[in-house]
């Protein structure tokens, strides 16, 4: 069953597959705690393991009917399509979803009772006992295997053609490939000598696209025509107004270093990275609407219908606060947005960083509630001033006498003047900082400890801001606004 409907899928939206929705659903229903204990667990596979589950569970459910229809075929029948109208309702209740496409799912139940029915057949026709009369007959299990085992290859051959019918389908990846950017009319400041720091496990200033984190609430990533999509601003505006793609790259775009962190980055965590952005400023967008008085909130959505409350200020000061089409020197990949999306400067992504935006309301926080709040999280997420260690790993075997720590820092929008170190329960000492690039960029620094003695040792971190205000030391989870505290992690010098 959803083999079939995968298959059929691909020649309808790309969110009508029942597989897919189910696990939408599922996140979308996924109250806070679980959702942290599952990026906590599995980091940026929590997604792959979601479909690991839902495969091992289909499975499950799949020989339950199977079961089912050896004691009635009837009711078999009946949990089919059950669980068709449960798949049907969660691909029609997606944001980019019409009637048509419940189409692949009311396919793959039809294809699922054909299947069940045939191996129900199989399961009970009978052959003659090798020399034996009619009279000596009884059930093939020879032939039921085979059934079985040809069900299972159709379902694989199913699923392996539908990925690369999508594939050929996919007008966005073409799209995507045939892409050149024009240059930014306001380029990025050259980054100053000493930025990165050469150590062993430290990060690289400027995160590879493919090593940049992914937290999102989209299972399947949307896949959009560049030529199809556009942005529709409106709400407490005078002029409500739609961009397209080409119209918006003929804006007068700019680039900017910026780092982006997720809310459920925990203490010491690595949801977080740097990257060079190309796109338009929201500013300008939001001067083209003109704002009413009244209105102090952006509400952002996503093709996947996912949104955020972004504060209106936050879009509409002097941060560079964009509409990004590029990462890195390359069009936005389809897993970080494309072919636009937000980022800005001083906020956690889930109030900020709207990935696939296809829609700008302009509103009152009173008024409009966006996806994460509804579920617990606060309104508005401003960053926390943070700091961590990125070598020596936790746990690190190190040899003894000069023991190199180095990490990364982060205030955006107040830069970082000061990083401590304290080793054991020793006093605070200043860490070498490397040169800083903006506010908005993280800063990475380094500490040596000479004269490292043998045994099991703590190292622990924390960081001031360019105004001289220290990073808090009271321990608080990601829910609802985000990790605090300083890190402190053990390692062995030998």
């Known amino acids: 069953m959803f083999s079939v409907a995968q298959l059929a899928s691909a020649f309808f939206n790309s969110a009508s597959s029942p597989f897919f929705a189910l696990g939408s659903a599922i996140i979308d229903l996924t109250p806070p705690w679980l959702k942290d204990f599952a990026i906590a667990t599995f980091g940026?596979?929590?997604?792959?393991?979601?479909?690991?589950?839902?495969?091992?569970?289909?499975?499950?459910?799949?020989?339950?009917?199977?079961?089912?229809?050896?004691?009635?075929?009837?009711?078999?029948?009946?949990?089919?399509?059950?669980?068709?109208?449960?798949?049907?309702?969660?691909?029609?209740?997606?944001?980019?979803?019409?009637?048509?496409?419940?189409?692949?799912?009311?396919?793959g139940a039809v294809v699922g009772i054909g299947a069940l029915h045939w191996l129900a057949r199989l399961a009970t026709a009978t052959v003659p006992e090798p020399g034996q009369g009619t009279a000596a007959a009884g059930p093939s299990r020879r032939m039921f295997l085979r059934g079985a085992v040809l069900s299972l290859a159709a379902a694989a051959l199913a699923t392996a053609v539908s990925t690369s019918v999508s594939a050929t389908r996919n007008m966005a990846v073409a799209a995507r490939n045939a892409l050149r950017l024009p240059a930014a009319r306001t380029k990025a400041k050259a980054l100053p000598e000493g930025v990165q720091i050469e150590e062993a496990n430290m990060p690289r200033f400027v995160t590879p696209n493919q090593d940049f984190y992914r937290i999102d609430t989209a299972l399947s990533v949307p896949q959009i025509d560049p030529n199809q999509w556009s942005l529709r601003v409106h709400g407490m505006v005078e002029n409500e107004f739609t961009i397209g793609f080409d119209e918006l790259l003929g804006e007068e775009?700019?680039?900017?270093?910026?780092?982006?962190?997720?809310?459920?980055?925990?203490?010491?965590?690595?949801?977080?990275?740097?990257?060079?952005?190309?796109?338009?400023?929201?500013?300008?967008?939001?001067?083209?609407?003109?704002?009413?008085?009244?209105?102090?909130?952006?509400?952002?959505?996503?093709?996947?219908?996912?949104?955020?409350?972004t504060p209106l200020q936050a879009l509409t000061d002097d941060r560079m606060a964009l509409l990004a089409v590029g990462m890195n020197g390359e069009p936005l990949p389809f897993e970080h947005g494309f072919p636009v999306?937000?980022?800005?400067?001083?906020?956690?992504?889930?109030?900020?960083?709207?990935?696939?935006?296809?829609?700008?309301?302009?509103?009152?926080?009173?008024?409009?509630?966006?996806?994460?709040?509804?579920?617990?999280?606060?309104?508005?997420?401003?960053i926390k001033m943070s700091s961590r260690i990125n070598t020596p790993r936790p746990f690190a075997e190190v040899p003894a006498g000069e023991v190199v720590l180095g990490g990364t820092a982060w205030a955006q929008t107040r830069g970082i003047s000061r990083v401590q170190v304290q080793i054991d329960d020793g006093p605070w000492e200043d860490a070498q900082l490397a040169a800083e690039a903006s506010l908005d960029t993280w800063r990475q620094w380094r500490f040596v400890w000479k004269d490292a003695a043998p045994g099991m040792h703590a190292a622990s971190v924390r960081a001031y801001d360019a105004q001289g205000k220290l990073q808090t030391s009271e321990k608080a989870n990601p829910v609802p606004d985000g990790a605090s505290g300083w890190q402190r992690l053990q390692f062995t010098v030998q």
């Not at 962190?261 to 690595?270: E, I, K, L, M, Y």
């Not at 990275?273 to 509400?299: F, H, I, S």
Request: hydrophobic fraction near 50%; aromatic fraction near 8%; charge should be positive.
């Open 44 to 107: 940026t596979n929590d997604k792959l393991a979601l479909f690991i589950s839902i495969g091992v569970a289909a499975a499950v459910l799949s020989a339950l009917i199977g079961l089912l229809a050896k004691r009635s075929f009837a009711l078999a029948c009946t949990a089919i399509i059950a669980l068709a109208l449960v798949l049907a309702s969660a691909v029609a209740a997606r944001a980019s979803t019409s009637l048509l496409d419940v189409v692949p799912t009311v396919l």
């Open 253 to 309: 775009l700019v680039e900017t270093y910026l780092t982006l962190t997720c809310v459920s980055n925990p203490v010491g965590g690595d949801l977080v990275g740097n990257a060079k952005w190309l796109g338009y400023p929201l500013r300008k967008v939001l001067e083209r609407a003109v704002p009413q008085a009244g209105a102090d909130m952006v509400l952002s959505t996503s093709h996947d219908g996912f949104s955020a409350s």
């Open 341 to 382: 999306r937000m980022v800005v400067p001083g906020l956690y992504g889930y109030v900020s960083a709207t990935k696939w935006v296809i829609d700008l309301e302009v509103t009152r926080f009173q008024d409009k509630a966006a996806y994460w709040t509804t579920r617990g999280w606060s309104e508005r997420g401003p």
